[in-house]
């Protein structure tokens, strides 16, 4: 290990992939096993634990540390035993992961992933007993999903790979006593508001409008309309029409409604002010950092936790115990408790909603953007910019299809082997899948320095919205440094599979057995976003997003410039050390740019012209329309049956086509551009308006 | 005592003189059978109760024929439900008995635990000609998941394979140590809790259970009096519910439903621990969704404006006196037939007067509460308890629901004629004394002289709460030295009961001839609240109504507390049923449990009165030489008629008036004088036990105690 308690990436030994299969003995119960036998005289089993619960994190920390003192193979045959004895519990889980994570000989160890040895917390009951087939036609999926429009978007709240990125965020990034990493609360505010951003650019890509925030003044004394069941055992499901009740009890700790309301419109005073009151009355400046702290809400660092309290974590609370606050009817929790459960009710993305209000309104309050922020390195220019598929053959896609800017998705299966807790395989027949991609870049250095760029992607659905509101869908895909030569023109490919939003590929339960081990390759922290999630699904007619880039200077803005951007620390941070990026999270889309001149009075700055300023004035930034088409099953089946006949007119039959060519006039790509028809209609098709018309 | 008692072959139900070995071969008709050799050779996985009509090489021929697949979500208040298990019953009645056992053993093995496949065998055996004499063994302990709870039944849920099954699993090892009565952190909150002994008792749930599947509605005619029935035992588990809420401070059932607060969030919550049935929330919001989904039939929606409109339908109809059968013709709602009518149209039975514009109210109303989590099935939230006749009443919403049913019965009972006290007495007949006394046996007097509260024996009931152990078939949980061929686990779970009793009433007939006569015993407790009589009519419990012929002079008439009419015979076991000789007594096993004859009363001792009427059996006795035997009073008879002619709950069924004809009767004790052949008492119940509370505390305390003995040493 290095000085500074950062990873360094080294050799594993022989000890090491010994060390890291006792760790699984923590996971991973064995019926053989000891059980638990008073060894560890404080312990206290918490049987309606939650992350959401400052008593419960509280507890978990203490006794986390106290293991963490102990040696190392003390400290695992404890866990195990607790394993043993508990063998389903989510709290033993959860406390064998702070547990080892604390300790400095396992904190750089794998750990397998927690959708295989909590199975309960991410795969419903019927599938865990390959049953869910069953079910999905026994209750009509059709008609439920008219109902619920929610169910629509199923597969991506519930993706396993998604509930345990933002599962292991919140364990990584504990609201209790620890230290406090820098730059915390900001990231808390990016890594939620990107998971925002992603939700909505899925919604827009199935119609729907973007998520309504939920909280107090935005309907949060009105039944909420839809309901949820996510059918986990030790859930509960909650009804249509639910309430928010007065106050919610989760054992000891007694939540308010009230308070949330008193404490929002104490903050949202101190963000418009421009100061927070700390707990000696002293007036300190809002920051993004701070404001996250006190959302969060950090317990130690927190600018006044008596004055903020806990907002972010008492909603948590109260819509999960809506139906049982009390604790009367002994109503198991409902999913919002979780946190690796709480993303996949859709009630999570209207309250995360209503916190990033709060944010919103402190952006709102910086210094706007101009083109001087945007041009960030001189002299070096972006001559070209798009996304490649070039392992073409491994996806066996159809000959004639465009694979320059164009990106493809489609639902596939998913074998995952679950520890329940005998090991069981179970297919997961919803995971959304993407066709590999890469970026390929054409840069020129033209200055006399060498240089070193950061390049930081967005993407962000075609709309007909001022720049304020689309800002908030843009979506981050890489951020990736390339050392840049003078005078030196330079083809950059990068991979998606590269990217440092997702989790590198993880050691699960089997590679573990078999003596791998993270130590020597990639950070194990097991947070970060899921690679089959990384571009949204888009639509089967091809959904017209735009994917922007912009170089901006590493020397300036990298905590370390020397070393580059691995892992997933985009959403996630770097595990033991600083943030690596000094910018503002989420840069250059963090908040408004104004460009000087504008056709709208108002200043508001429109797509057009967004990417005509960006072509004319930001050499350093490039934007490619890139077509996003989710490969349905039906177009899947059809194209395969098109390749049978090697008929290339596939587009024309699979969808249909009934409106005259007149009305295709505004799309941009004019049709005598192509003199091929396939391609004509199709990107013509592509370029409807499909949620704005 | 010349008891003109009816042969024992004609009981309530029929009962069987069934042989032996047809009886065992019916019984594993009813057992999960992990050898069946249709299922020997499955992997994991490769079964799914949905394909094995088409897929499944071994399904059974009969099963096959008839299209049987299991019903999710299976409900007796869902009439598409109802007429499927009509439709396949009436099938199977037709096939040889062995068929017929073959099939329901693969059923019952492919689907262990779907309560459609129970209730389809339980109507088919009852109704095919070969079977209809052979004892069913009782529910409870072939379907223990539908009765016991969560903890009781601990992971006893069997999984084989792939096959469709509930799966318990106990994720909190805190939930096994909570026992089935009352949480002492809860029932400070949530006031319902402290009478679930009585919701959740068993002999009460197979009752109910029971006399659904005894009376059913479509598609079958109804039985007779099948609709005044059906008001009169729901309105008698009333009764007994409010008897036992004034016990425990709470105050009577409040009605809910259409008018009654249903477009208002329902305040009490319900957890019924039951793995099929969903939670519900505190101030769920029925009228989150105005469209409720019942079923797949056409059609397949009821509105809660429907329900309104229904309910408002009947309303008038009451109000005018008369339903309409169709635009000419009219059903008058007079005091002979109005009762029957009107039930009939209600539970909406082939009896129902207009289905068209009277609707489907009870048992909608059922559906619609069972599914407030979730009206239109878009969350998959399975239903809650009021979905299941086998769980509903231990939801209090039940009870809500039922008073306001039984609301629209007492609008038209407050339509009728009055009951004149002179019309009720029964010439030359007197009684002269009546009371209750103790019989208590060798054990129950020990439990009385330990009680410092045990003062008398004479008029004075006592309760106490015991420890009742089952025996659970179809489960995982298996106990040592249990039968080898089919596993089975014993629960206990606490019920009440009272130590035994019996009346004493002295009669006197003063006419010449010899008089049969028919004593009505009724058990209300003591309000003050003020009013006539009428205002406690509907808390009048019946205990008990049996006939006795008494020559000229005084006679002293001696019942048993066990004999009575209300209460379910001892019924076989499914060990009798599979060891016993001979032939074997089985009834359709609806009757009130006799534990929970008599209310639990206070511990302080809750004062009561109890009533006995005499009158004129061979007026009022369908057959004068046949009584009230079996569970008659809230059963009826199988295949005869309701056995008494007079208005079911009579003489509390409608206000009683003095001879002047318009001023009601003011006490209980103005009624007894003006009726000489009538009597009451007081009485008083006492519960022996202590509070669960305390109870549990104190055993609490013990186990620290014990803990810390441990440690020490």
Redesign the interface.
């Known amino acids: 290990m290095s000085k500074c308690g950062c990873f360094t990436p080294r050799l594993p030994s022989p000890e090491d992939k010994n060390l890291n299969i006792k760790i699984l003995g923590a996971f991973l119960a064995d019926p053989n096993g000891g059980k638990y036998d008073d060894s560890l005289p404080t312990f206290e089993y918490i049987p309606r634990f939650s992350h959401f619960d400052p008593t419960h994190m509280k507890k978990v920390r203490r006794i986390a540390v106290d293991l963490s003192k102990k040696p190392c193979k003390e400290m695992i045959r404890v866990l195990s035993c607790l394993k043993n004895t508990y063998p389903s519990s989510v709290y033993i889980d959860h406390l064998a992961r702070v547990a080892l994570h604390k300790h400095p000989d396992t904190k750089f160890m794998s750990v397998p992933p927690p959708y295989q040895t909590v199975p309960s917390l991410f795969f419903d009951r019927d599938l865990r007993h390959g049953r869910l087939e069953e079910i999905l036609t026994h209750h009509d999926t059709l008609r439920v999903a008219k109902l619920d429009p929610e169910q629509l978007l199923a597969w991506w709240r519930e993706d396993p790979g998604f509930s345990s990125h933002h599962g292991n965020w919140h364990l990584y990034y504990p609201f209790d006593e620890s230290p406090v990493f820098e730059r915390q609360g900001e990231l808390f505010a990016y890594m939620h508001v990107q998971m925002l951003a992603r939700f909505d650019f899925e919604r827009l890509a199935l119609g729907f409008s973007r998520v309504e925030p939920f909280g107090p003044s935005f309907g949060w004394d009105k039944p909420m309309k839809y309901g949820y069941n996510p059918r986990l055992v030790g859930f509960s499901a909650r009804a249509g029409g639910m309430m928010i009740p007065h106050s919610a009890s989760n054992g000891g700790r007694r939540v308010f409604s009230l308070d949330i309301v008193r404490q929002t419109h104490e903050l949202l005073n101190g963000i418009d002010k421009g100061f927070l009151i700390n707990s000696q009355g002293r007036r300190v400046p809002v920051t993004m950092n701070a404001l996250g702290l006190c959302l969060e809400a950090n317990l130690t660092h927190s600018t006044n936790h008596q004055l903020y309290g806990d907002i972010h974590n008492n909603g948590h609370v109260l819509i999960a115990f809506c139906g049982d606050p009390d604790g009367v009817w002994d109503i198991d929790k409902g999913a919002m408790m979780e946190s690796f459960t709480a993303a996949r009710d859709p009630v999570f993305y209207r309250w995360h909603k209503f916190i990033d209000i709060f944010f919103e309104n402190h952006r709102r309050s910086l210094r706007q953007y101009t083109v001087n922020d945007w041009d960030a390195l001189k002299n070096v220019e972006i001559k070209s910019f798009k996304t490649i598929i070039d392992d073409k053959d491994a996806v066996n896609l159809p000959a004639h299809l465009d694979l320059t800017n164009n990106l493809f998705n489609y639902m596939g299966k998913e074998t995952i082997t679950i520890y329940d807790p005998e090991p069981k395989e179970i297919t997961d027949q919803g995971i959304k899948k993407s066709i590999p991609f890469s970026f390929k870049l054409n840069v020129r250095n033209n200055g006399r320095k060498d240089a070193k760029a950061v390049f930081r992607v967005f993407m962000v659905p075609y709309t007909k919205e001022p720049h304020e509101v689309w800002r908030l869908l843009a979506v981050e895909l890489d951020r990736f440094v390339v050392p840049l030569k003078a005078g030196e023109d330079r083809e950059i490919v990068r991979s998606d599979k590269d990217s440092s939003v997702i989790l590198p590929p993880e050691l699960t339960v089997g590679h573990i057995m078999q003596g791998k081990t993270s130590i020597g390759s990639k950070p194990p922290c097991g947070c970060g976003w899921p690679r089959n999630l990384l571009i949204p699904r888009g639509q089967p007619t091809g959904m017209k997003t735009k994917i922007y880039v912009l170089a901006s200077n590493w020397a300036e803005d990298g905590v370390n410039p020397e070393e580059g951007l691995i892992g997933s620390i985009a959403y996630c941070g770097k595990l033991g050390g600083p943030y690596p990026d000094k910018r503002p999270m989420g840069f250059p889309f963090d908040r408004n740019t104004t460009w000087g001149e504008t056709k709208d009075k108002s200043g508001r700055v429109y797509m057009p012209e967004f990417d005509e300023a960006i072509i004319d004035k930001v050499p350093n930034a490039a934007m490619a329309e890139v077509t996003v088409t989710y490969l349905t099953k039906h177009m899947i089946e059809a194209e395969e049956a098109a390749e049978k006949v090697k008929n290339k007119e596939f587009f024309q039959k699979s969808t249909p086509v009934h409106f005259s060519k007149d009305n295709f006039s505004n799309s941009e790509g004019s049709s005598s551009d192509s003199d091929d028809d396939t391609g004509k209609i199709r990107r013509s098709l592509s370029s409807l308006k499909f949620f704005y018309g | 005592m010349q008891l003109r008692m009816a042969p024992a072959a004609d009981g309530c139900c029929h009962h069987s003189q069934s042989s032996k070995e047809l009886r065992g071969k019916i019984l594993k008709a009813f057992l999960y059978d992990s050898k069946h050799k249709s299922f020997q050779d499955l992997k ?2 490769a079964f ?3 394909d094995h009509l088409k897929d499944h090489k071994n399904v059974d021929a009969t099963v096959k024929e008839l299209k049987i697949a299991a019903k ?1 979500d299976f409900s007796v208040f869902i009439e598409e439900d109802m007429r499927e298990i009509q439709r396949i019953s009436d099938q199977l009645q037709r096939k040889p008995i062995n068929n017929v056992i073959n099939a329901f053993r693969y059923l019952r093995t492919a689907c262990p635990n779907s309560t459609f496949v129970d209730h389809l065998a339980r109507v088919t055996f009852q109704n095919h000609p070969a079977s209809r004499n052979v004892p069913l063994p009782a529910p409870h302990q072939i379907m223990p998941f539908t009765f016991f709870k969560r903890g009781k039944v601990v992971a006893a849920q069997r ?1 084989i394979p ?1 096959v ?2 509930l ?1 318990l ?1 106990l ?5 096994m140590l ?1 026992d089935g009565d009352i ?1 002492p ?2 029932a400070k ?2 006031k319902e ?1 402290r009478i679930a002994w009585w919701r959740e008792d068993l002999g009460m749930l197979t009752h109910h259970y029971n006399w659904h599947i005894a009376y059913p509605y479509p598609p079958k005619q109804p039985r007779d009096r099948q609709g005044e029935l059906f008001g009169y035992m729901h309105e008698q588990m009333l009764a007994r519910y409010d008897f036992e809420r004034i016990a425990v401070g709470l105050n009577r059932v409040q009605p809910y439903g259409p008018g009654f607060g249903w477009d208002k ?1 329902l305040v009490e ?3 019924s ?1 039951l793995a099929m049935c ?8 029925l ?3 105005n469209t409720y989904y019942i079923g797949k039939g056409v059609p397949n929606t009821i509105s809660l404006d429907d329900m309104k409109r229904y309910k408002d339908r009947i309303s008038s109809a009451i109000a005018v006196g008369f339903l309409y059968k169709d635009a000419q013709n009219k059903v008058m709602l007079d005091l002979k037939d109005g009762m029957n009518h009107l039930g009939n149209t209600m539970q909406a039975n082939q009896g129902s007067v207009n289905k068209t514009l009277y609707g489907n109210l009870h048992n909608n109303g059922h559906v619609i509460l069972g599914r ?10 399975p239903p809650g308890p009021m979905n299941y006749d086998q769980a509903a009443p231990r939801d209090p919403v039940f009870f809500r629901w039922h008073k306001f049913i039984d609301n629209l019965f007492e609008e038209h009972r407050s339509n009728l004629p009055y009951q004149n006290v002179q019309d009720l007495v029964f010439d030359g007949i007197s009684i002269e004394s009546f009371s209750v006394k103790l019989e208590p046996s060798e054990d129950d007097k020990e439990k009385l002289e330990k009680s410092k509260v045990f003062s008398e024996t004479e008029n004075h009931f006592y309760t106490h709460m015991e420890n009742k152990w089952y025996k659970i078939y179809n489960s995982n949980a298996t106990e040592e030295g249990g039968d080898s061929d089919y596993s089975s686990a014993s629960v206990s779970q606490k019920a009440l009961n009272h130590i035994p009793f019996s009346y004493e009433i002295k009669v006197k007939n003063d006419n010449k001839h010899e008089q049969n006569i028919v004593f009505r015993i009724f058990l209300a407790p003591e309000i003050d609240e003020g009013g006539p009589l009428d205002h406690s009519r509907t808390m009048f419990v019946e205990l008990d109504k049996f006939v006795v012929s008494v020559k000229k002079g005084t006679k002293t008439i001696k019942r048993q507390d066990n004999q009575s009419s209300v209460i379910l015979n001892p019924q076989p076991t499914v060990e009798d049923i599979a060891t016993k000789d001979g032939p074997l007594r089985g009834d359709c096993m609806c009757g009130w449990p006799l534990n929970l004859l008599v209310p639990r009363g206070t511990a302080a001792g809750m004062r009561g009165n109890i009533y006995v009427m005499a009158s004129d059996w061979n007026k009022d006795g369908q057959d004068p030489y046949s009584g009230m035997e079996g569970s008659a009073s809230y059963c009826g008879k199988q295949g005869a008629k309701y056995p008494d002619k007079r208005p079911m709950g009579f003489p509390f069924d409608r206000l009683v008036v003095n001879r002047d004809g318009s001023s009601p009767v003011g006490t209980l004790g103005e009624f007894v004088e003006a009726v000489p052949n009538s009597f009451s008492e007081k009485v008083t119940i006492t519960f022996l036990d202590k509070w669960p509370i305390q109870e549990k505390r104190e055993d609490a305390k013990r186990a620290s105690r014990q803990r810390d003995r441990q440690k020490g040493e």
Do not use: C, H, W
């Open positions: 994991d996985g799914s109760i949905k999710p999984s792939g469709d099954n799966v699993e994720t909190d090892p805190n939930k909570q949480l952190t809860s909150f949530d809790r969030p919550g319900f957890n621990q969903s939670v519900r929330g505190a101030n769920s919001n009228s989150s969704s407030i989590n979730d009206p239109s099935g878009m969350y998959q939230i």
